[in-house]
């Protein structure tokens, strides 16, 4: 859940200035494929947001009530408080028998992240997988993921360590201070972005990651969108409607899953 988080981290601690635009009805990005027998929708999420606009309305809700199913990246563990909490240095998640754990410099990362988000005040709660998923639960749509968790922390524990908060904290005071409000800035604008359903900002994201950590680009996006696009060719073999939910990122610039489609011969269309 933590994906678009880190990749923030990583890539946009110096965020370009956009001018502000006026206020427009959200229309999170929207693609579907779709064959004689089968449709996928594929919708772009937010892991975290601030919950102060309606964005699960038509298209999306259409697309999403026409499925039989839903699939996000991962299913995580929920207790009765809500959420499991993303991880801390201090404080992990209940992972049962799992035998690994992020690495350090994911968690310093992911918790900088989580703070930055705060200040926004973004909450996994109110992320968009979140809320398909309770409306699906509630519903009583099937809901699966494309990853496990352990999958997940799997590929965590293995991020090559070249987060740019490995020394957050280690000297001035006031570096920590700006490229905290630096990467709280470039979440708000991706966050802004995504409500519009523009993919220029995440595309820019990527293209900041990819030349700044390619590893970790490789590992977080461009692998994960080649195993995604095989999933789906898979299940179009299979009559019905699936509603795909996976981050925005993954939707966006030259490896995005839609392009990995694309390659295998399975066009997509973008429905708003």
Request: aromatic content about 6%.
């Amino acid at each position: 859940m933590v994906n678009s988080l880190i990749a923030a981290a990583l890539a946009a601690a110096s965020p370009q200035a956009t001018p502000a635009a006026a206020p427009a009805p959200p229309e999170p990005a929207l693609f579907v494929v779709r064959d004689a027998d089968t449709t996928i929708y594929i919708f772009g999420t937010f892991h975290a947001l601030d919950g102060q606009t309606k964005w699960f309305n038509d298209p999306v809700k259409g697309a999403f009530e026409s499925s039989g199913e839903l699939v996000l990246e991962t299913l995580v563990p929920e207790g009765p408080a809500g959420p499991a909490p993303v991880f801390t240095a201090t404080a992990q998640p209940p992972l049962g028998t799992l035998s690994m754990t992020p690495s350090a410099s994911f968690l310093a990362t992911t918790r900088m992240a989580i703070s930055a988000g705060r200040t926004q005040g973004m909450q996994v709660g109110n992320g968009a997988d979140m809320v398909l998923r309770h409306a699906a639960e509630a519903e009583g749509k099937p809901v699966e993921g494309l990853e496990t968790l352990e999958s997940q922390l799997k590929m965590f524990s293995r991020m090559p360590a070249t987060l740019p908060s490995d020394n957050a904290g280690a000297g001035d005071p006031a570096d920590t201070t700006n490229s905290m409000h630096s990467l709280s800035s470039a979440m708000a604008e991706m966050q802004s972005a995504w409500k519009r359903g523009d993919q220029s900002v995440f595309v820019r994201m990527l293209d900041q990651l990819h030349r700044a950590a390619p590893d970790t680009y490789r590992v977080m996006f461009t692998e994960r969108n080649a195993r995604w696009a095989d999933w789906i060719a898979g299940r179009m073999q299979t009559p019905g409607t699936v509603f795909v939910a996976v981050g925005a990122g993954h939707l966006a610039g030259k490896d995005s899953l839609l392009v990995r489609l694309a390659e295998m011969g399975i066009e997509s269309a973008r429905l708003n």
